[in-house]
C-alpha cells in the first residue's frame, strides 16, 4: 500500500523481540504491556486466557432478532455527544446494506475520541425497539478493517487477564497480530511420540488452541497441554531433587525387632487404631532403608499423629541415635514435650526441650549434652534450626504443621548430623487435610501417610454460627456447661486492640469477667505472656482449676482437655476454614457432646462459604477441599510456599487426573534419566530449572 514500506525492510519479530517492536503497537500500548510484565513477544503468547466469550455469527441489521444477541458489522456515519454532564451518553448511527442502527453508550463521552464517523465497527448486543427504531444499548464493540473476515460461525473470544490501563480486547488484539508470525518459533520440549501416546498436541499448536480456538473442544486441548506441561515441570523438579539426595546421601537404617515393638508399644496407655497402625508399618518399612526417606503423615484433628511420632522416634532411640521434633510454635513445642514425657515417664529415654524461651544457661547445658549424645529426643521450634544446635547422631527429624516451614527449612534440618553425607529421615505431620492434589504438588517429594480415622471414643462437635447481637446466647451455653462441670475455651483473633474492629483477647476476658461469665475462675493464654507462665496456665486449665481459658488461636493445634466441651470463637470471620476446623478441634476429645459456636459478620462472600462448610462438615479432609476451592491454591499454604502453585493453565480443584499423569511421568523420566542431562533433555531441563528450580531449591537442596 502507498505510504508502507516494504515488508522485508520490516525485522522479523521473534519470541525474545521487545513488544515495542510489535508493528502497530503504539506506547500506550506498550506501557499498559509493560506494566502487566508483559515486555516480550513470549510473554504475550504466554499470556493465556481466564475464560471465552461465545461471539455469534455476523448478522445483517434487517435481520437482527429483537431481544436477542447478536453480532452486526456496520459503519459508523454520525456521532454525538448527549445527555448532561453528570450522565453524559455517546451516541452512533451504524448503517450496512440492508438498514440503519442506533447505537448508545451510557456514561462513556471519552467514545466521541474513539468513534468516529467512517469507521467500521463491530457491535454485539441485544438489539431492542425504542422510539421506533432499532437500537443498541452498551453494546460491545471494535473497530475493525474492512479486509477482516466476516464471523460466519459461532465463535469463542479470549478474555484475557488485564489492567485499568490496558483492556482485555487490546490485549487479545495484539496476541492476534503477533501469534502466526512466531508461532513456528516455539521449540517443543517433548518428543511427538511421547505426546502421541498421551493425546496430547505439540506446544506451538495447543497456543494457537488457546489464543484462537475453534471451538471449546480446541480451547480445552490446548489448556490440557499447557497445564500439562505446568505440571510436569513440578513433578521432574520433584523427582530429580528426590535423586540427587538418595545419589548423595544415605540416612541409619533403624530396626524394628518383636522385641523392640513390645517395648515401645508398652509406652502407650490405649490401643492403636488400625489407621495408626497402617502409619506405623509405612513408616517402620522406610526407616529401614539406607535411602533417606520423606514421608507426611496426615490426619483430620485427633486422629492420634503424635503417638505415631513417638513409635517412630522411639526407633531412632532403639538404635543408639538420636531425634528431634520441630514444631512452629512454643506453645505447640510444650504440648509436645508435656505428651511425649507424660508417656515416657520411667523410662530411660532422656528428651528435653529447647525453645527461644530457653535461658541461655539451660540452652548451653542442652546444647552440650546433645552433642554428646545424652539426649534420645529433642523437642523444639525453630531454634532447631540455630547453627550452634549439633546432635551426636540424629537419625529422624519430625516436623509438624508442616506447612508453616519452607522446603529449605526441612532441608536445613536434615544438616544436622555430624556427617555430611549421613542424613536423617523426616517425618512431617499435618492436621490440616490437604487436598490429594496439593499434597502431590507442593509436597510431592513426600511419600504419603493417611491416618483417616478417629480414636474411639471421639464424640461429634455441633457447629452453630450466631451473629454478634446472639452474642448472649452463645455465652448462656457457655455458662450451663460450666454449671454441669465442664469447662470452655473462648477464642478472641487479637492480642490487644488494633485500627481493625475486632475483639482483643485481653478485653474480651475483662467483659466477660465483669458480665456474662462473672464470678467464673477463667485464665488468659496468648503469646506474650513468658513461657513458665503459659505452662502453668494450661496446667492448671487442664487440672480443672480453671474453668473457661480466654485465648487467642496458639491453642489451634496441640491442646488436649478431654472435659473442655464448648469452644466459642469471636470475630470467627476473621480465621481460615483450616484455623476454625483446628480450633474446633480442642472440644469433643472426652465424654461429653460438645458444641463450637462462631460469632460473626460475614462481611465478604468468602467469608460466608467458610461458616457455611463449617456449620455443615466436620471432616477435615472436605473441609480442606473447599477451602482449595474458595481461596485457590496459592492461598491454601500462605505466602510461604506459594510461588510453585502459580499456575497459569492447571487447575488444581480439578486437574488432579492430569496431576497424576505427570507424576507418574515425571518419575518415570527421572528413573531412566536421574540427572536429565542427556542432549535431548537439554531443553525439558532449562525449563524445568526456570519453572521451579528456585522455589524447589534445585541448586541448593539435596
Not at 513445642?333 to 529415654?349: I, K, W, Y
Request: net charge neutral; glycine share 6%; aromatic share 4%.
Amino acid at each position: 500500500m502507498p505510504g508502507m514500506e516494504p515488508a522485508e525492510s520490516t525485522p522479523r519479530l521473534r519470541l525474545t523481540s521487545r513488544v515495542e517492536e510489535i508493528p502497530h503497537t503504539g506506547p500506550a500500548i506498550a506501557r499498559g504491556l509493560r506494566e502487566m510484565r508483559l515486555t516480550r513477544v513470549g510473554h504475550l503468547i504466554a499470556h493465556l486466557p481466564t475464560r471465552y466469550e461465545r461471539i455469534q455469527p455476523e448478522t445483517t441489521i434487517a435481520d437482527s432478532l429483537r431481544d436477542h444477541l447478536v453480532t452486526i458489522r456496520a459503519t459508523v456515519v454520525a456521532t454525538r455527544l448527549g445527555g448532561h454532564r453528570r450522565k453524559p451518553r455517546f451516541e452512533a448511527v451504524l448503517e450496512d446494506e440492508t438498514g440503519r442502527l442506533d447505537v448508545v453508550w451510557f456514561n462513556a463521552p471519552y467514545l466521541q475520541r474513539r468513534i468516529l464517523p467512517g469507521h467500521l465497527l463491530r457491535v454485539r448486543g441485544k438489539v431492542r425497539l425504542y422510539n421506533r427504531a432499532l437500537q443498541l444499548a452498551n453494546p460491545e464493540h471494535e473497530i475493525i478493517d474492512p479486509d477482516e473476515p466476516r464471523i460466519e460461525v459461532v465463535t469463542l473470544r479470549p478474555v484475557y487477564p488485564a489492567s485499568e490501563h490496558i483492556s482485555t480486547r487490546v490485549i487479545g488484539r495484539v496476541i492476534r497480530r503477533v501469534l502466526p508470525l512466531v508461532l513456528g518459533d516455539i521449540e517443543d520440549h517433548l518428543p511427538p511420540a511421547f505426546l502421541r501416546e498421551r493425546d496430547l498436541p505439540a506446544l506451538r499448536d495447543a497456543y494457537r488452541m488457546v489464543h484462537a480456538p475453534q471451538d471449546e473442544a480446541e480451547a480445552a486441548a490446548g489448556r490440557r497441554r499447557l497445564a500439562y506441561d505446568e505440571l510436569l515441570m513440578l513433578q521432574l523438579g520433584v523427582f530429580l531433587r528426590r535423586a540427587q539426595s538418595s545419589a548423595t546421601h544415605e540416612a541409619p537404617p533403624l530396626a524394628r525387632t518383636p522385641e523392640i515393638d513390645a517395648r515401645i508399644r508398652a509406652r502407650f496407655p490405649f490401643a492403636l487404631t488400625e489407621a495408626q497402625e497402617r502409619a506405623i508399618e509405612e513408616i517402620a518399612g522406610d526407616l529401614a532403608q539406607t535411602r533417606p526417606s520423606s514421608r507426611l503423615i496426615q490426619g483430620d484433628v485427633g486422629s492420634g499423629k503424635t503417638v505415631v511420632a513417638l513409635y517412630a522416634m522411639l526407633l531412632a532411640v532403639a538404635s543408639g541415635h538420636q531425634a528431634a521434633l520441630m514444631a512452629p510454635t512454643e506453645i505447640l513445642a510444650e504440648q509436645h514435650f508435656a505428651t511425649l514425657s507424660a508417656m515416657l515417664a520411667g523410662s530411660r529415654t532422656s528428651i528435653e526441650l529447647l525453645t527461644g524461651s530457653t535461658s541461655p544457661s539451660q540452652r548451653e547445658v542442652i546444647l552440650d549434652r546433645l552433642s554428646r549424645g545424652e539426649i534420645d529426643i529433642l523437642v523444639g521450634t525453630h531454634a532447631l534450626l540455630s547453627e550452634h544446635v549439633a546432635f551426636r547422631s540424629l537419625a529422624l527429624a519430625v516436623i509438624d504443621e508442616q506447612h508453616r516451614f519452607g522446603v529449605h527449612q526441612r532441608a536445613s534440618l536434615r544438616t544436622k548430623g555430624d556427617d555430611a553425607r549421613t542424613v536423617p529421615h523426616v517425618l512431617v505431620m499435618t492436621a490440616t487435610p490437604i487436598p490429594r492434589t496439593l499434597a502431590l504438588t507442593v509436597l510431592g517429594d513426600l511419600d504419603i501417610s493417611t491416618i483417616d480415622a478417629l480414636p474411639p471414643g471421639r464424640t461429634p462437635i455441633q457447629t452453630r454460627v450466631l451473629r454478634p447481637a446472639q452474642r448472649d446466647e452463645a455465652y448462656a451455653i457457655v455458662r450451663e456447661r460450666l454449671e454441669r462441670g465442664e469447662q470452655a475455651f473462648v477464642v478472641a483473633p487479637l492480642i490487644e486492640q488494633s485500627a481493625h474492629e475486632a475483639v482483643d483477647v485481653r478485653t474480651l476476658a475483662d467483659e466477660l469477667a465483669r458480665g456474662p461469665l462473672a464470678g467464673r475462675r477463667m485464665g488468659l493464654l496468648h503469646g506474650q505472656l513468658a513461657r513458665d507462665e503459659r505452662e502453668q496456665t494450661m496446667e492448671r486449665f487442664r487440672q480443672g482449676e480453671i474453668e473457661v481459658l480466654v485465648a487467642t488461636s496458639i491453642i489451634e493445634v496441640g491442646v488436649d482437655v478431654p472435659n473442655a466441651s464448648v469452644m466459642v470463637i469471636e470475630s470467627a470471620e476473621r480465621f481460615g476454614l483450616a484455623q476454625l476446623h483446628q480450633l474446633r478441634g480442642r472440644v469433643g476429645r472426652g465424654p461429653h457432646a460438645s458444641i463450637c459456636i462462631l460469632i460473626a459478620e460475614a462481611t465478604t462472600e468468602q467469608a460466608a462459604q467458610r461458616l457455611e462448610v463449617m456449620a455443615k462438615s466436620c471432616d477435615g479432609f472436605e473441609i480442606a477441599q473447599r477451602d482449595l476451592e474458595i481461596r485457590g491454591p496459592g492461598e491454601f499454604f500462605g505466602t510461604a510456599q506459594s510461588g510453585v502453585l502459580r499456575f497459569r493453565a492447571a487447575d488444581l480443584a480439578r486437574d488432579l487426573d492430569l496431576l497424576t499423569l505427570a507424576r507418574r511421568d515425571a518419575r518415570q523420566w527421572i528413573e531412566r534419566s536421574p540427572r536429565l542431562d542427556r542432549p535431548d533433555e537439554a531443553l525439558l531441563c532449562s525449563r524445568m530449572f526456570k519453572a521451579v528450580g528456585e522455589e524447589l531449591g534445585l541448586s541448593e537442596v539435596g
